[in-house]
């Protein structure tokens, strides 16, 4: 066995809509299908916590080795129902994972008709202390969905910022992704508001006290409606210009729109056509030499591969 390379064998008690991670070089971490978190090994389960994690739920692991993951998945109180199913969490986790336990770290418990929209948080350093934070995405009936960070110090939370909301029920933001994306090398959040609605691609700064808008370009898509792919977007230094940019589709999803920052706002750098409709995630390509290509997957089955000039 080549050293680094896992072999998992599920079996019926592994939801199908998830996935495992590792956690070291024997264990791995996973959501049961009656919404358990599980830590195995090969002969069976260490340890159980029951959560109620949503079917499709992601375990999310920073740099530390400190697991985030959304449960208490609910249908009693915001249901939108765009991403495949009426469930939508109540809560957020944290956990660090050792000597075969499970420990808590922190728990978020979102209150009256306010949910997690989406099927995992992700963990970047918005603030620039060397500590990743936690983004998530906060919706009700009433505001739609807005951005929400959780500083993280290590062991707690210990502030929250939010971004605006959209202002009205049905109306969700898909967050993205975190880097540099600034003129000046800030860290910024990249966000699409409604991607099935004639959206917009945007970029939110962390300001001390909120997640403030920096910069709006209309126009791409990120989701499609119903669908639990929620990586059919990419950021990186695709052009070998030294900043990165966000990938995202137009409208009709046939074509790759990149979208970078300068001090105008945001602007499109490029574009490539698809030759059909895209209907895979995206996958960026690391080549040997460190440049980034791209691939994706049609409607007509084919596999498109861009390679740097």
């Known amino acids: 066995m080549v050293e680094g ?14 996935h495992p991670i590792p956690v070291n070089d024997f264990e791995v971490l996973y959501i049961s299908r009656d919404g358990d ?18 079917p499709d739920a992601r375990l999310v692991m920073n740099s530390v080795g400190q697991v985030a993951l959304y449960a208490n998945a609910t249908d009693q109180r915001y249901v939108h129902g765009i991403l495949g199913d009426a469930l939508e969490a109540a809560t957020l986790l944290v956990l660090d994972v050792r000597e ?45 969905a807005r951005l929400r960070a959780y500083l993280w110090d290590g062991g707690g939370v210990r ?9 009205q029920g049905n ?3 898909h967050q993205l992704s975190a880097a540099p994306f600034a003129p000046a090398g800030q860290i910024e959040i990249a966000a699409t508001q ?36 929620l990586d059919q977007t990419a950021a990186g230094d695709f052009n ?3 900043r990165p940019e966000v990938l995202a589709m137009d409208a009709a999803r046939r074509t790759v729109v990149a979208v970078g920052r300068d001090e105008a706002g945001a ?33 007509d089955r084919r596999l498109r591969v861009w390679l740097p000039k």
Not at 47 to 54: E, G, H
Not at 216 to 224: L, N, S, Y
Not at 269 to 282: K, M, Q, T, Y
């Open 5 to 18: 390379t896992y072999v998992l064998r599920s079996d019926e008690s592994v939801a199908p809509l998830s």
């Open 37 to 54: 978190l599980v830590l195995g090994r090969e002969q069976g389960a260490l340890a159980r916590l029951p959560i109620d994690a949503q």
């Open 100 to 144: 075969g336990q499970i420990r808590l770290l922190a728990r978020v418990d979102l209150p009256g008709e306010d949910v997690y929209e989406g099927i995992a948080p992700f963990w970047a350093d918005i603030d620039g202390d060397g500590v990743e934070d936690l983004v998530t995405t906060v919706s009700n009936g009433s505001l739609g």
């Open 159 to 167: 502030q929250e910022a939010d971004g605006p909301a959209i202002g």
């Open 171 to 173: 109306r969700w933001r």
């Open 194 to 229: 409604t991607p099935h609605i004639a959206g917009a691609l945007e970029f939110y700064r962390f300001s001390g006290a909120a997640l403030e808008r920096t910069a709006t370009f209309p126009g791409p898509t990120t989701h499609a409606l119903g669908s639990r792919n």
């Open 240 to 242: 070998g210009d030294g």
């Open 267 to 299: 602007r499109e750098l490029w574009r490539l056509d698809a030759g059909g409709e895209i209907v895979s995630n995206f996958a960026p390509v690391e080549l040997l030499d460190g440049q980034l290509g791209l691939a994706v997957g049609t409607a």
